[in-house]
């Protein structure tokens, strides 16, 4: 359980006085949240109805407002958007107005949300803080280490409800259902060829154009598409 009770007058994200939500701080006391340290010694608190995790209780109670049925509080009177929180409205109502008041001081980037110019800097910085201990993959966010991840245990949550292919990202699914559906919103403009992503268009432009990206370390042979180099490299491998 949560050790320490919220202060008198303390305001969460949403501004609302904490004292007032009487419902989400029963919850938040009544074992819904499971208090951790890291190895630094700084303690995050997680919730145990999903998966959220956050390093200040008043970011994880406006959170729990979700399981309260209470994420209608914040409404966008342009379109369906609402959350319980009022800085993300504030956030999304800048996909309507186009404002965007975080700017890189390195380049001509502009956003309207500061976590994603933290983000960006990063670009600059070459900063990776994100590593796989198991081999050298570095990233900026840690939403691709743990997809990358994927590749080392062979988990594949993503999966297809007409057949049994699954997949390690769901963008990978929304590709594969298009194979069911016949939709091949892709097509070239040389040919009547049509293709179902945009990656298989662009190894069928190549036989238009004759580009061939793929070099043999080896020799001089030169592919069009990463698999005939990789048949072509067993040319070269010696079998004892």
């Known amino acids: 359980?949560?050790?320490?009770?919220?202060?008198?007058?303390?305001?969460?994200?949403?501004?609302?006085?904490?004292?007032?939500?009487?419902?989400?701080?029963?919850?938040?006391?009544?074992?819904?949240?499971?208090?951790?340290?890291?190895?630094?010694?700084?303690?995050s608190v997680k919730c145990n109805e999903c998966s959220y995790e956050t390093m200040t209780k008043s970011s994880l109670i406006c959170h729990l407002r979700i399981h309260n049925?209470?994420?209608?509080?914040?409404?966008?009177?342009?379109?369906?958007?609402?959350?319980?929180?009022?800085?993300?409205?504030?956030?999304?109502?800048?996909?309507?107005?186009?404002?965007?008041?975080?700017?890189?001081?390195?380049?001509?980037?502009?956003?309207?949300?500061?976590?994603?110019?933290?983000?960006?800097?990063?670009?600059?910085?070459?900063?990776?803080?994100?590593?796989c201990a198991n081999c050298n993959y570095k990233t900026t966010r840690k939403g691709h280490l743990v997809c990358h991840m994927r590749i080392h245990t062979g988990d594949k949550p993503f999966k297809c409800s007409e057949c049994n292919f699954k997949a390690t990202h769901k963008s990978?699914?929304?590709?594969?259902?298009?194979?069911?559906?016949?939709?091949?919103?892709?097509?070239?403009?040389?040919?009547?060829?049509?293709?179902?992503?945009?990656?298989?268009?662009?190894?069928?432009?190549?036989?238009h154009t004759g580009d061939k990206p793929f070099q043999c370390a080896e020799c001089n042979y030169k592919a069009a598409q990463k698999g005939n180099l990789a048949r072509h490299m067993h040319t070269h491998t010696i079998y004892t």
């Open 69 to 131: 049925n209470d994420d209608t509080k914040f409404k966008c009177s342009l379109c369906c958007y609402k959350t319980p929180n009022k800085s993300h409205i504030t956030s999304h109502m800048r996909t309507h107005s186009g404002y965007k008041p975080f700017e890189c001081t390195e380049c001509n980037y502009k956003t309207a949300r500061k976590g994603d110019l933290a983000r960006h800097m990063q670009t600059h910085t070459g900063d990776r803080p994100f590593e």
């Open 172 to 207: 990978s699914v929304i590709l594969h259902m298009r194979t069911h559906k016949g939709d091949t919103p892709f097509r070239c403009a040389e040919c009547n060829f049509m293709a179902a992503d945009k990656s298989s268009l662009i190894r069928h432009m190549r036989t």
């Open 1 to 43: 359980d949560i050790k320490h009770e919220p202060l008198a007058n303390e305001e969460n994200e949403s501004g609302t006085n904490l004292e007032e939500s009487a419902d989400v701080k029963e919850t938040y006391q009544s074992g819904n949240v499971t208090t951790l340290c890291n190895c630094t010694g700084e303690t």
